[in-house]
Protein backbone atom coordinates (compact mmCIF):
# COMPACT_ATOMS: atom_id res chain seq x y z
CA UNK A 1 0.00 0.00 0.00
CA UNK A 2 1.47 3.17 -1.32
CA UNK A 3 0.80 5.35 1.68
CA UNK A 4 -0.40 9.19 2.02
CA UNK A 5 0.98 10.93 4.71
CA UNK A 6 0.66 13.98 6.91
CA UNK A 7 3.75 14.66 8.54
CA UNK A 8 4.13 16.77 11.49
CA UNK A 9 7.89 18.60 12.73
CA UNK A 10 8.90 17.63 9.32
CA UNK A 11 12.09 20.15 9.70
CA UNK A 12 13.27 18.46 12.76
CA UNK A 13 15.86 15.07 12.77
CA UNK A 14 12.95 12.81 12.56
CA UNK A 15 11.63 15.08 10.72
CA UNK A 16 13.76 14.82 7.67
CA UNK A 17 14.65 11.25 7.77
CA UNK A 18 11.08 10.84 7.36
CA UNK A 19 11.00 12.40 4.32
CA UNK A 20 13.98 10.54 2.93
CA UNK A 21 12.00 7.08 3.74
CA UNK A 22 9.18 8.90 1.97
CA UNK A 23 10.83 9.37 -0.88
CA UNK A 24 12.93 6.10 -1.15
CA UNK A 25 9.54 4.16 -0.75
CA UNK A 26 7.76 6.05 -3.32
CA UNK A 27 5.03 7.47 -0.68
CA UNK A 28 2.96 10.84 -1.23
CA UNK A 29 3.21 13.95 0.99
CA UNK A 30 -1.01 15.36 1.93
CA UNK A 31 0.29 17.67 4.78
CA UNK A 32 3.62 19.51 6.27
CA UNK A 33 4.22 21.05 9.30
CA UNK A 34 6.82 22.22 11.66
CA UNK A 35 7.27 25.52 14.25
CA UNK A 36 9.36 28.17 12.59
CA UNK A 37 11.73 27.05 9.77
CA UNK A 38 10.62 28.91 6.98
CA UNK A 39 12.84 28.53 4.53
CA UNK A 40 13.26 24.53 5.28
CA UNK A 41 9.76 24.24 4.88
CA UNK A 42 9.52 25.94 1.76
CA UNK A 43 12.27 23.63 -0.20
CA UNK A 44 10.20 20.35 1.37
CA UNK A 45 6.87 22.00 -0.12
CA UNK A 46 8.34 22.40 -3.42
CA UNK A 47 10.05 19.01 -3.65
CA UNK A 48 6.84 17.05 -2.01
CA UNK A 49 4.06 19.32 -3.17
CA UNK A 50 1.26 18.80 -0.04
CA UNK A 51 -1.52 20.47 -0.03
CA UNK A 52 -1.33 22.00 3.46
CA UNK A 53 1.53 23.51 5.37
CA UNK A 54 1.73 24.57 8.57
CA UNK A 55 3.39 26.66 10.58
CA UNK A 56 2.93 26.75 14.40
CA UNK A 57 4.29 30.12 14.54
CA UNK A 58 2.49 32.71 13.11
CA UNK A 59 5.05 35.26 11.96
CA UNK A 60 6.72 32.19 10.11
CA UNK A 61 3.61 30.99 8.87
CA UNK A 62 2.94 34.57 7.16
CA UNK A 63 6.68 34.47 5.54
CA UNK A 64 6.11 30.75 4.41
CA UNK A 65 2.38 32.11 2.62
CA UNK A 66 4.76 34.92 0.29
CA UNK A 67 7.39 32.13 -0.43
CA UNK A 68 5.03 29.54 -1.67
CA UNK A 69 2.48 32.41 -3.25
CA UNK A 70 3.30 31.37 -6.67
CA UNK A 71 2.30 26.91 -5.53
CA UNK A 72 -1.18 25.63 -5.09
CA UNK A 73 0.10 24.42 -1.66
CA UNK A 74 -2.08 26.41 1.29
CA UNK A 75 -0.91 27.79 4.38
CA UNK A 76 -2.02 27.60 7.86
CA UNK A 77 -0.84 28.09 11.16
CA UNK A 78 -1.07 27.12 15.19
CA UNK A 79 -2.54 24.52 16.93
CA UNK A 80 -5.70 25.08 14.36
CA UNK A 81 -3.25 24.51 11.38
CA UNK A 82 -1.39 21.58 13.40
CA UNK A 83 -4.81 19.78 14.15
CA UNK A 84 -6.42 20.45 10.00
CA UNK A 85 -2.90 18.48 9.25
CA UNK A 86 -3.66 15.45 11.91
CA UNK A 87 -7.33 15.03 10.16
CA UNK A 88 -6.95 15.87 6.71
CA UNK A 89 -8.96 13.18 4.61
CA UNK A 90 -6.89 12.70 2.12
CA UNK A 91 -4.00 11.32 4.83
CA UNK A 92 -4.26 7.81 5.78
CA UNK A 93 -0.62 8.16 7.81
CA UNK A 94 -0.26 10.58 10.16
CA UNK A 95 3.89 10.45 11.25
CA UNK A 96 3.94 12.83 14.61
CA UNK A 97 7.49 14.05 14.56
CA UNK A 98 7.12 17.24 17.05
CA UNK A 99 8.77 17.29 20.15
CA UNK A 100 6.77 17.61 23.29
CA UNK A 101 3.52 17.85 24.91
CA UNK A 102 2.10 19.56 21.45
CA UNK A 103 2.04 16.76 19.76
CA UNK A 104 -0.89 15.58 22.47
CA UNK A 105 -4.00 16.99 20.74
CA UNK A 106 -3.15 16.13 16.81
CA UNK A 107 -2.40 12.53 17.72
CA UNK A 108 -5.62 12.50 19.47
CA UNK A 109 -7.19 14.03 16.18
CA UNK A 110 -5.79 11.77 13.52
CA UNK A 111 -7.03 8.89 16.00
CA UNK A 112 -10.10 10.37 16.08
CA UNK A 113 -10.49 10.40 12.49
CA UNK A 114 -8.98 6.82 12.10
CA UNK A 115 -6.18 7.03 10.78
CA UNK A 116 -2.85 5.18 11.46
CA UNK A 117 -0.54 7.55 13.65
CA UNK A 118 3.07 6.84 12.95
CA UNK A 119 4.03 7.74 16.48
CA UNK A 120 7.92 9.66 17.03
CA UNK A 121 6.36 11.80 19.80
CA UNK A 122 6.97 9.42 22.76
CA UNK A 123 5.67 12.85 25.27
CA UNK A 124 2.34 12.27 23.66
CA UNK A 125 2.17 8.37 25.37
CA UNK A 126 3.76 9.72 28.51
CA UNK A 127 0.78 12.04 29.69
CA UNK A 128 -1.93 10.56 27.92
CA UNK A 129 -0.98 7.14 27.26
CA UNK A 130 -4.35 5.84 28.16
CA UNK A 131 -6.34 8.65 26.40
CA UNK A 132 -4.48 7.58 23.56
CA UNK A 133 -4.71 4.43 23.70
CA UNK A 134 -8.43 4.31 24.27
CA UNK A 135 -8.98 6.59 21.24
CA UNK A 136 -7.37 4.52 18.68
CA UNK A 137 -9.73 1.80 20.01
CA UNK A 138 -12.90 3.21 20.13
CA UNK A 139 -12.05 4.90 16.50
CA UNK A 140 -10.52 2.34 14.85
CA UNK A 141 -7.38 4.27 14.40
CA UNK A 142 -3.71 2.55 15.14
CA UNK A 143 -0.89 4.04 16.90
CA UNK A 144 2.78 2.53 15.47
CA UNK A 145 5.36 3.77 16.90
CA UNK A 146 8.38 4.96 15.52
CA UNK A 147 10.76 4.97 18.26
CA UNK A 148 13.78 2.61 18.09
CA UNK A 149 13.56 0.61 20.79
CA UNK A 150 9.45 0.83 20.78
CA UNK A 151 9.37 -0.33 16.89
CA UNK A 152 12.00 -3.31 18.04
CA UNK A 153 9.57 -4.41 20.32
CA UNK A 154 6.92 -3.94 17.93
CA UNK A 155 8.82 -6.42 15.66
CA UNK A 156 9.48 -8.83 18.33
CA UNK A 157 5.92 -9.17 19.33
CA UNK A 158 4.72 -9.64 15.25
CA UNK A 159 3.30 -13.05 15.50
CA UNK A 160 2.63 -12.84 19.11
CA UNK A 161 -1.03 -14.37 19.35
CA UNK A 162 -1.63 -13.89 23.27
CA UNK A 163 0.19 -11.05 25.04
CA UNK A 164 -0.21 -13.71 28.32
CA UNK A 165 2.80 -15.36 26.79
CA UNK A 166 4.90 -12.49 27.25
CA UNK A 167 7.20 -12.33 30.53
CA UNK A 168 8.82 -9.31 30.11
CA UNK A 169 9.39 -6.47 27.72
CA UNK A 170 13.60 -5.37 28.17
CA UNK A 171 14.71 -1.79 26.60
CA UNK A 172 18.05 -1.33 25.46
CA UNK A 173 19.90 2.48 26.40
CA UNK A 174 22.98 3.58 24.90
CA UNK A 175 23.74 5.11 28.37
CA UNK A 176 24.41 8.78 26.75
CA UNK A 177 27.66 10.72 26.68
CA UNK A 178 27.71 10.32 30.44
CA UNK A 179 28.11 7.18 31.00
CA UNK A 180 30.72 5.49 33.51
CA UNK A 181 30.50 8.71 35.36
CA UNK A 182 29.69 9.68 38.80
CA UNK A 183 26.35 12.19 39.21
CA UNK A 184 29.29 15.37 41.25
CA UNK A 185 31.73 15.09 37.88
CA UNK A 186 28.39 15.68 35.48
CA UNK A 187 26.63 18.12 37.53
CA UNK A 188 28.33 21.02 35.78
CA UNK A 189 28.45 19.16 32.51
CA UNK A 190 28.00 21.49 29.55
CA UNK A 191 25.50 22.05 26.85
CA UNK A 192 28.07 21.00 24.14
CA UNK A 193 28.81 17.50 25.76
CA UNK A 194 25.52 17.12 27.14
CA UNK A 195 24.66 17.07 23.29
CA UNK A 196 27.25 14.75 21.98
CA UNK A 197 25.80 11.44 21.91
CA UNK A 198 27.89 8.65 20.91
CA UNK A 199 25.89 6.40 18.91
CA UNK A 200 22.52 8.20 17.37
CA UNK A 201 22.05 11.96 15.78
CA UNK A 202 18.93 13.54 17.06
CA UNK A 203 17.22 16.87 18.13
CA UNK A 204 18.67 19.09 20.83
CA UNK A 205 16.05 18.01 23.37
CA UNK A 206 16.23 14.33 23.09
CA UNK A 207 19.88 14.27 23.17
CA UNK A 208 19.80 15.93 26.32
CA UNK A 209 16.82 13.49 27.89
CA UNK A 210 19.32 10.90 26.61
CA UNK A 211 22.56 12.20 28.76
CA UNK A 212 20.06 12.27 31.79
CA UNK A 213 18.73 8.86 30.76
CA UNK A 214 14.68 10.50 31.15
CA UNK A 215 14.80 9.45 27.78
CA UNK A 216 15.09 5.87 29.00
CA UNK A 217 12.40 6.72 31.66
CA UNK A 218 9.88 8.46 29.14
CA UNK A 219 10.36 5.46 27.08
CA UNK A 220 9.54 2.77 29.70
CA UNK A 221 6.19 4.73 30.03
CA UNK A 222 5.66 4.45 26.68
CA UNK A 223 6.46 1.25 26.54
CA UNK A 224 4.02 0.50 29.45
CA UNK A 225 0.98 2.64 27.44
CA UNK A 226 1.61 0.76 24.22
CA UNK A 227 1.81 -2.38 25.02
CA UNK A 228 -0.61 -2.58 27.75
CA UNK A 229 1.63 -3.78 30.34
CA UNK A 230 2.37 -3.01 33.98
CA UNK A 231 5.91 -2.14 35.00
CA UNK A 232 6.68 -4.96 36.64
CA UNK A 233 7.05 -6.29 33.28
CA UNK A 234 9.47 -3.72 31.96
CA UNK A 235 13.19 -3.59 32.15
CA UNK A 236 16.13 -1.44 31.15
CA UNK A 237 19.70 -2.82 30.21
CA UNK A 238 22.56 -0.71 29.29
CA UNK A 239 24.07 -1.88 25.89
CA UNK A 240 26.42 1.12 24.99
CA UNK A 241 26.95 -0.40 21.19
CA UNK A 242 23.04 0.39 20.14
CA UNK A 243 22.81 -2.34 17.94
CA UNK A 244 20.30 -4.54 19.82
CA UNK A 245 17.21 -1.94 19.83
CA UNK A 246 15.19 -3.89 22.44
CA UNK A 247 14.24 -7.49 23.68
CA UNK A 248 11.06 -9.39 24.35
CA UNK A 249 11.28 -12.60 26.44
CA UNK A 250 8.42 -14.98 26.63
CA UNK A 251 6.87 -17.25 29.16
CA UNK A 252 9.09 -20.36 27.34
CA UNK A 253 11.63 -18.00 28.03
CA UNK A 254 12.70 -17.14 24.73
CA UNK A 255 14.20 -14.17 24.03
CA UNK A 256 13.66 -12.13 20.80
CA UNK A 257 15.59 -9.37 19.74
CA UNK A 258 15.37 -6.55 16.70
CA UNK A 259 19.18 -5.60 15.54
CA UNK A 260 19.91 -3.11 13.27
CA UNK A 261 22.51 -0.33 12.43
CA UNK A 262 21.57 2.63 14.82
CA UNK A 263 19.76 4.50 12.34
CA UNK A 264 16.27 5.83 12.61
CA UNK A 265 15.10 5.14 8.71
CA UNK A 266 14.34 1.79 9.76
CA UNK A 267 11.74 2.31 12.07
CA UNK A 268 10.04 5.38 10.38
CA UNK A 269 10.23 2.73 7.53
CA UNK A 270 8.72 0.03 9.55
CA UNK A 271 6.17 2.35 11.01
CA UNK A 272 5.07 3.40 7.60
CA UNK A 273 5.56 -0.12 5.93
CA UNK A 274 3.83 -2.30 8.34
CA UNK A 275 2.60 -5.11 8.10
CA UNK A 276 5.13 -5.19 4.89
CA UNK A 277 8.12 -5.09 4.79
CA UNK A 278 10.04 -3.20 1.82
CA UNK A 279 13.63 -2.22 0.10
CA UNK A 280 15.37 -0.17 2.55
CA UNK A 281 16.18 3.39 2.56
CA UNK A 282 18.97 2.73 6.06
CA UNK A 283 21.97 0.54 5.46
CA UNK A 284 22.35 -2.97 6.33
CA UNK A 285 24.12 -4.52 9.59
CA UNK A 286 27.76 -6.03 8.98
CA UNK A 287 27.64 -8.53 12.12
CA UNK A 288 31.44 -9.38 11.49
CA UNK A 289 32.27 -5.96 11.72
CA UNK A 290 29.81 -4.95 14.77
CA UNK A 291 32.18 -4.07 18.41
CA UNK A 292 31.14 -6.95 20.80
CA UNK A 293 27.90 -6.62 22.26
CA UNK A 294 27.60 -5.74 26.34
CA UNK A 295 24.81 -5.31 28.46
CA UNK A 296 24.82 -3.68 32.55
CA UNK A 297 22.38 -2.92 34.81
CA UNK A 298 21.83 1.14 34.48
CA UNK A 299 23.51 3.44 37.13
CA UNK A 300 20.29 4.68 38.85
CA UNK A 301 22.69 6.60 41.68
CA UNK A 302 24.68 8.58 39.05
CA UNK A 303 21.18 9.25 36.26
CA UNK A 304 18.52 10.20 39.13
CA UNK A 305 16.44 11.12 35.99
CA UNK A 306 16.04 7.23 35.53
CA UNK A 307 14.35 6.82 38.75
CA UNK A 308 12.37 9.67 38.82
CA UNK A 309 10.56 8.36 35.93
CA UNK A 310 10.21 5.05 36.89
CA UNK A 311 8.45 6.20 40.58
CA UNK A 312 6.01 8.52 38.28
CA UNK A 313 5.76 5.38 35.78
CA UNK A 314 4.83 3.11 38.70
CA UNK A 315 2.25 6.08 40.49
CA UNK A 316 0.54 6.59 37.57
CA UNK A 317 -2.40 9.04 36.95
CA UNK A 318 -1.27 12.68 36.21
CA UNK A 319 2.55 12.03 38.00
CA UNK A 320 4.15 10.87 34.42
CA UNK A 321 2.39 14.48 32.93
CA UNK A 322 4.21 16.10 35.68
CA UNK A 323 7.17 14.39 35.40
CA UNK A 324 7.00 15.21 31.44
CA UNK A 325 6.30 19.22 31.77
CA UNK A 326 8.87 19.78 34.63
CA UNK A 327 11.07 17.62 32.58
CA UNK A 328 10.25 19.28 29.16
CA UNK A 329 10.82 23.10 31.20
CA UNK A 330 14.24 21.64 32.87
CA UNK A 331 15.94 20.95 29.63
CA UNK A 332 14.49 24.13 28.27
CA UNK A 333 16.43 26.67 30.59
CA UNK A 334 19.49 23.67 30.35
CA UNK A 335 19.26 24.32 26.87
CA UNK A 336 19.18 28.32 27.27
CA UNK A 337 22.90 27.65 29.51
CA UNK A 338 20.81 29.00 32.60
CA UNK A 339 20.97 26.07 34.92
CA UNK A 340 23.82 23.04 35.23
CA UNK A 341 23.27 19.97 33.95
CA UNK A 342 22.51 18.02 36.86
CA UNK A 343 19.99 20.69 38.30
CA UNK A 344 17.62 19.24 35.59
CA UNK A 345 17.18 16.13 37.98
CA UNK A 346 16.80 18.41 40.71
CA UNK A 347 14.11 20.52 39.54
CA UNK A 348 11.89 17.44 38.05
CA UNK A 349 11.99 16.28 41.56
CA UNK A 350 10.95 19.30 43.33
CA UNK A 351 7.66 19.63 40.74
CA UNK A 352 6.96 15.64 40.92
CA UNK A 353 7.06 16.54 45.32
CA UNK A 354 4.42 18.83 44.49
CA UNK A 355 1.92 17.45 42.28
CA UNK A 356 -1.56 17.50 43.09
CA UNK A 357 -2.51 13.87 41.70
CA UNK A 358 -4.96 12.51 40.11
CA UNK A 359 -5.13 8.89 39.55
CA UNK A 360 -8.03 8.48 36.58
CA UNK A 361 -7.16 11.99 34.80
CA UNK A 362 -9.15 13.88 31.64
CA UNK A 363 -7.63 15.59 29.37
CA UNK A 364 -8.06 18.70 31.56
CA UNK A 365 -6.75 17.37 34.12
CA UNK A 366 -3.16 15.81 32.17
CA UNK A 367 -3.07 19.37 30.64
CA UNK A 368 -3.30 21.02 34.02
CA UNK A 369 -0.93 18.87 35.53
CA UNK A 370 1.93 19.36 32.48
CA UNK A 371 1.09 23.35 33.47
CA UNK A 372 1.59 22.99 37.02
CA UNK A 373 4.95 20.86 36.87
CA UNK A 374 6.29 23.25 34.37
CA UNK A 375 5.36 26.17 36.69
CA UNK A 376 6.89 24.29 39.37
CA UNK A 377 10.26 23.11 37.24
CA UNK A 378 10.62 26.78 36.62
CA UNK A 379 9.97 28.43 40.05
CA UNK A 380 12.82 26.02 41.68
CA UNK A 381 15.34 27.77 43.85
CA UNK A 382 18.43 25.77 44.74
CA UNK A 383 19.03 25.59 48.71
CA UNK A 384 22.15 26.09 49.74
MG1 LIG B 1 14.53 5.70 21.56
Same mark, same amino acid.
Given at each position: ????????????SI???????I?????????????????RL?E?C????P?????M? #????K?????????????A??????????S???????????VG?VG??????A??A????????K????C????V??????CG?E??P??S??????????????R??????????SG?PF?G?D?????H???????????W?M??K?????????????E??E????Y?????????V?H????V?????????A??A???????????Q?????P??T?????P?????????????P?Y??? #???SL????A?K???A???????????V????EG????????????????R?????????E????AD?AA?A?A???T???
Amino acid at each position: MKRRISLLGSTGSIGRQSLEVIAACDMTVAALAANRDAARLEEQCRRFAPSLAVMMD #PAAAKDLSLRLSDTSVRVASGMEGLLEAASLEEADTVLTAVVGMVGLRPTLAALQAGKRVALANKETLVCAGELVMDMADRCGGEVVPVDSEHSALFQCLQGCRNRSEVKRLILTASGGPFWGRDRESIYHASREQALNHPNWSMGAKITVDSATLMNKGLEFIEAMRLYRMPAEKISIVIHRESIVHSLVEYCDNAVLAQLGAPDMRLPIQYALTWPERTQAAAGPLDLLSCPPLTFREPDYESF #PCLSLALAAARKGGTATAALNGANEAAVGLFLEGRIPFGQIAERVAWALNREEHVSNPNLEQILAADAAARAAALEYTPCN
